[in-house]
C-alpha cells in the first residue's frame, strides 16, 4: 500500500484511508460512514476517525 502525500494526510489510520481518497468516494456518490467503510475500509478499527469522516462526506450530526 502506497503512503499519502504530507498535503494528503490520513483520515482513518487503521484504514489507511486519506482525505482524498475519502472525497472521490462522496464525489461518486458515497453518502455514509457505511457506505464508505465497505469502499474504502474508513472507520472499520478503532471509530475514531467517524466524525471526520462525516464531517468529509457533509453528514449533519
Do not use: F, Y
Not at 10 to 20: K, N, P
Not at 21 to 46: F, M, Y
Amino acid at each position: 500500500m502506497t503512503q499519502p502525500e504530507p498535503e494528503d494526510p490520513l483520515v482513518c489510520i487503521c484504514g489507511h484511508v486519506s482525505e482524498t481518497k475519502v472525497l472521490q468516494a462522496r464525489d461518486r456518490g458515497i453518502r455514509s460512514v457505511n457506505e464508505l467503510r465497505k469502499e474504502t475500509g474508513a472507520n472499520s478499527g478503532c471509530g475514531d476517525c467517524r466524525w471526520d469522516l462525516e464531517d468529509l462526506l457533509g453528514i449533519s450530526p
